[in-house]
């Protein structure tokens, strides 16, 4: 297959990158890694008329820590970048636990941070992580900036809060709790494929072993990151028995997603996974808080 017929441009600056898109408008399309764009243009799902290739825009390309200990991290920078980072396995675990989940070593290689979280495929893991984490977006357009929460940014299927003028060009990462426990998990067909489902749990205790704070979040099972708030919200205040953790994960997976069959897996399948998986994460995140209360 063959993409329509399209018009490229090079922008070497963000400046003159932006300029393009605020002329052309809904016409075009980014061209980030092009791990999605350019199959989706090959099957003529997507025809843009003009196409804005990013990759000579080198100043969104970057890993870097913050003054108070977060981390930024550039639209454009390679996943591959991103998993091998020393910064970001010191600054922010639960993102470098979860960058060798991503599909296989030849597609991070090309593929982007911020084309990932703009494509908003529901199956994808960084999206996930950064509504986990309570990451802060930066879009731009070429006359306005605007920060715009995870939690806000992700509207529905393959829709983020970015204009057709706008570009994605920075993603914060809050400091990190070092009396945090993570984790993350997943399952698919074969290493390297959409996941079925996943998971990623959040959880932190007090010095007496008393959960203070838990999230619990889903991939593939709704249309954008599923936040089992409720469920979540049932380990406040309390010790993490396996019992409570069993509860917990129940009525996450049979009230607080919204999974739809498809060829590889029916709802109920995709409820169970969520139970198992929320199980698991949730358990592994509580164990790390211990291990990390122990080494304050």
Known sequence: MKPAPFSYFVPDTLNAALELSAQYGYEAKWLAGGQSLVPAMNFRLVQPAVLLD?????????VRGTEQGGLRIGAMTRQRCVEHDPLVAEACPLLAEVMPHIAHPQIRNRGTVGGSLVHADPASELPVVAVALDAMLTVRSSSDQRRVPAADFFQGLFTV???????????????????MGYSFQEVARRHGDYALVGATALVTLSEDGVCERARLIFLNVGDIPMVARRAAGMLHGQRLTAQLIEEVANVAAEEEIDPVADIHATVAYQRHLARVLGRRCLHEAAARAGEALVGR
């Open 54 to 62: 990013l990759n000579r825009v080198d100043d969104l390309a970057y």
């Open 161 to 179: 809060d970015v204009e057709a003028h706008e570009l994605l060009v920075e993603i914060e990462f809050p400091p990190w709790n070092v009396g």
